[in-house]
């Protein structure tokens, strides 16, 4: 992995422990940003790169799992969970929530680093989802209200006679819309349009 | 004849005017004796304390004494008028004492009645008027005499003595407790009708030892013995029982039994008292059991929480520890190696290694019997030192540390850092003892005295809330403090024990608690 390309969060209140996280994690080379409490990687300006959390599940502050469930609307990395007494509810609990994994300390190097790879690799994913949908939501933008009205008819695979039928507007201004509409979402075939309007949730 | 005859004649009337005149002399005087007579037992009448009065054989008042009339300041014809107006008498007497009056004149039976009569001055007095019938020699009645006895302060006392007398019932009867009284012999003469209506008899079904049958199979020896103990000696009995309900339930009662001198010192009766505490026992005994499974509980909690602790504390430098090692090994194998952070993270691992350590000795040095150096020891020393050492901990908490300590005090063979820590553990828990509360005096009193022959005593005393089970805080485990381990005290006692001394604690009046220990005065032979 490049320098640039994803970002490692440590968030555990235990200098020593933070220390070797960061030795561990930057010996294997990844880039670690440390934080001793929950309001400090709150409050920490975070870069838009693939990332992963590493989250110790006693912070004095707040909880590790209350943190989860707190930022589990926004747009977070994907969390490594550790901790001192694994109790089973616990990382049942995180695992559910969505959690890469559930650690005991101490954790074997394999584990964690296996972990956080899978962590950066799914955030990565993630953000390239993201992205596309963005990029799709940017397209559907730019059809008028009309092509919007023949846009679902056409996905739900209805024929264009059909279609044409339930808007009350003949077969050859539908099929006008239809190739606007390919046109504008630069869909390759109408498998691909569908595709799209999946992902976008028309 | 005839001259001689006419003197005769007139000697004869004389003789005859003589004799009638002797005649009427002596009935003049036969009168004045009666009048004198009769004057003399109007006066006797008049004078008695009595109303007496005479009435026809159809019940007119024909006749009052000169009292009644005096009395009521009413003449003979006043008081008929009133009696017939049916103002005389308390209108719910008039009743009684027609009817009575109406069944002697008709029975010929005397006539006896209790009833209120009204004074002039309109207040009704008691009085018992009692009439008997005079009759010829053919036992037809002539007149019916009678006489009025004012018996009105009498009757105020006995009603007054009744309505106290039912007054003391109700109240004996009322109170929210079982009242009874027994004889000098400890039969019982009494009970109130609560008792009554709880034992489902009355006091007579008690004597002759029956009360043993009201009694828990189980309590009656115990009761008959300390019942009997209590006659004998003379002395008050308290103690508890279970007594049989009507419906054959047992209860516990709180029974108290008093005697009642009389002025030669003789026990004249036992008064007793016995309270229902029935329920209220149930509770303690539940609680007492509930008490105790919390106790262990808890007890078990701590260690769990303690084990725990214990588990968090050395697992924290072993991560980073195991960690940092990863680290190393990845710096070493890294093209080319990266010598400087391989160093620094080994040296971090030393670092973190130790403190692992460390945790460890101090839970070891909590527990492990270390190693003894005993010598003479003069704890009047130690006790300065301690409070040396703790005075600016002491000042943080606005606490004073006193120190009282006696100047022959001798010394002990034991060993000195030991003593520190059993003094220094015992200043701190009153210290901190004093801090939440609004404690005053804020000091705490740490005194030395030789106690006997062969022997010394440290106390140390505080003004906090002083504690609750003079046992309890000595066992592993037990504390009132948030971030306690609660090993401090048992610690102490363990320490102190080894000593061949005591350690206790005492709660003091009016607050806080104190904390002695003794230790053999000597050497080391006396071990």
Known sequence: ?202 | MTLLGAPSAYVLVAIALTAIIGLLIRYRKLQEALRRSEQSLGRFLDTLPVIVWRATPDGEPDYINWRAASHGRRSLADVVNLQRQGKLEHPADVDLTTREWARARETGKPFDVIHRIRGVDGLYRWYHTRAEPLRDDAGRIIHWYGVDVDIDGRKKAEEALRKSEQELRLFLDTLPAMVWRANPDGEPEYINQRLADYLGRPVTQLAQHRWREILHPDDVDRAAEEWGASLATELPLAGQYRFRRADGVYRWFQFHAEPLRNTDGRIVHWYGVQVDIDDSKRTEEALRATQAQLSRASQMATVSELAAAIAHEINQPLAAVIANAHAVQRWLSAEPPNLDRAQLTAERIIRDGNSAAEVVSRIRALFKRTELTRAQLDLNEVIAEVSRLMTDEVSTRNVRIETDLAGDLPTTWADRVQMQQVIANLARNGVEAMESEESHPRVLSIRSRRDGTNSVLVEVRDHGRGVDDVERVFEPFFTTKENGLGMGLAICRWIVEGHQGRLWATSSSPRGATFSFTLPIGARDSR
């Open chain 1, 1 to 202: 992995m490049s320098a640039k390309d994803h970002v490692v969060f440590v968030v555990d209140d235990d200098v020593g422990m933070r220390e070797a996280l960061d030795e561990l994690l930057t010996s294997a080379h990844l880039n670690v940003v440390t934080f001793g409490s929950a309001a400090e990687y709150i409050g920490f300006a975070k870069p838009a790169l693939p990332a992963c959390l590493i989250l110790d599940v006693e912070l004095p502050d707040i909880n590790g799992l209350e943190l989860q469930r707190q930022i589990a609307a926004e747009q977070h990395p994907q969390i490594v969970f550790l901790t001192g007494h694994g109790d089973i509810p616990s990382s049942v609990r995180a695992l559910k929530a969505g959690a890469v994994d559930f650690l005991t300390k101490p954790f074997s190097e394999s584990d964690l680093l296996g972990a956080v790879h899978i962590a950066i690799a799914q955030d990565r994913e993630a953000r390239l989802q993201r992205e596309k949908v963005a990029t799709l939501q940017q397209r559907l933008d730019t059809l008028t209200p009309r092509e919007r009205e023949v846009l679902p008819l056409v996905v739900k695979g209805l024929l264009n006679k059909q279609a044409a039928a339930e808007l009350g507007i003949s077969e050859v201004t539908l099929q006008i819309h239809r190739g606007r509409i390919m046109h504008k979402m630069e869909a390759d075939s109408l498998a691909d349009l569908v595709r799209m309007a999946g992902a976008l949730g028309v």
